[in-house]
């Protein structure tokens, strides 16, 4: 019995292990996010069947009075949406990003989070209508927004999973157009960060109308993020509200190319976009191209030779012909030839 009361997780066999009940602890991004954020790092340290699941009010919160409050504070006064993120540091944890926006994907994660014999963390997009100020029958629309601009990502890293390289054990296929930079929009423009916040009252600070007067070089959010920050910095951000165009603030526009980067940093984790891509894409269209280029040149001259031949062949039937006809004109007979009953030469 003492030595019962000594046994640790760590000592349990592998058949053992998986018929301990994990420990699920539940919180929101505000108070998991922040204070307790060493405690989630050392509970997803351990090895042992710890299930976290993290509600994420993504990029804010509201206050004692339910009263919308700045979602753009630094950390930590607010909590950050790239807490599972951070949770990929620990590699043998299972972590995923998930959201009612893909029912098939938020089942699988569940599940898939309670089955994995380690520790776990799910973050979850829960958007609130009363207190993001949206109305409530635009809930599944609004948690689709933030996943189709970005602002919440979606994607499952499993150990188990792959070859036991890390790209390969991240997926992030669960996300619209998952190898481009962004969602485009049925009329045409690319979905950013910035157009989720514009839907959402919370955000109403972060923008003003647009004054065509006073505000310079007025860019569209989608085309300001793809400028270098120098340039950006001679630009106005402006992004279309319900009724006119909107100056995003400086601030927010900060959140959304920060945004920007992480699903990035995404992107490369798993292998869609690299710079090492981007050069052995380059590398095999060079060996691609000289390649085909030894094979045109292979072809040109095996068919200069055959043209060659047949020129050479028919100059050659074609002399003989000549000559054999110039010598019947003057009267001789070729070579062989059944003309005047088989004898040659010149007639008398």
């Not at 990003?97 to 938020?106: E, V």
């Amino acid at each position: 019995m003492q030595n019962l009361k000594r046994l640790t997780f760590e000592q349990l066999t592998d058949t053992e292990k998986p018929l301990c009940p994990p420990m699920i602890v539940v919180g929101n991004g505000s108070g998991l996010g922040t204070g307790e954020l060493s405690q989630i790092a050392w509970a997803l340290e351990t090895g042992r069947p710890i299930k976290v699941f993290i509600l994420s009010d993504l990029g804010g919160k509201a206050d004692a009075a339910g009263h919308a409050v700045d979602a753009m504070c630094p950390y930590p006064m607010v909590q950050r949406d790239d807490l599972a993120f951070l949770a990929l540091l620990s590699r043998e944890a299972f972590v995923t990003q998930a959201s009612i926006a893909n029912p098939t994907h938020f089942a699988q994660s569940i599940l898939a989070s309670l089955d994995h014999d380690g520790p776990a963390l799910v973050h979850i997009h829960a958007p609130s209508p009363e207190r993001h100020g949206f109305n409530a029958a635009d809930l599944f629309r609004q948690a689709q927004l933030a996943v189709d601009s970005r602002a919440f990502p979606l994607f499952t890293y499993d150990p188990a999973a792959g070859s036991g390289v890390f790209g390969s054990r991240l997926d992030i296929t669960a996300n619209p157009e998952s190898h481009e930079m962004w969602v485009q929009s049925p009329d045409g423009h690319a979905l950013t960060p910035i157009h989720w916040a514009v839907t959402e009252s919370r955000f109403a600070d972060h923008f003003r109308p647009l004054n065509a007067s006073s505000d310079t070089a007025p860019t569209a959010v989608d085309e300001y993020l793809s400028l270098p920050a120098s340039q950006a910095a001679d630009c106005t951000a402006y992004v279309a509200g319900p009724t006119e165009r909107l100056v995003v603030s400086p601030t927010l526009m900060a959140e959304g190319r920060r945004q920007q980067k992480f699903w990035q940093t995404l992107q490369e984790l798993a292998g869609f976009v690299t710079p090492f891509t981007e050069q052995v894409r380059r590398q095999i269209e060079q060996e691609t191209a000289q390649t085909h280029e030894q094979e045109l040149a292979d072809l040109r001259r095996e068919y200069e030779q055959k043209l060659a031949d047949l020129k050479a062949g028919f100059e050659a039937d074609a002399a003989q012909r000549v000559t054999g006809r110039l010598l019947q004109m003057a009267g001789y007979t070729p070579s062989g030839s059944d003309t005047n009953n088989g004898q040659g030469g010149r007639e008398s």
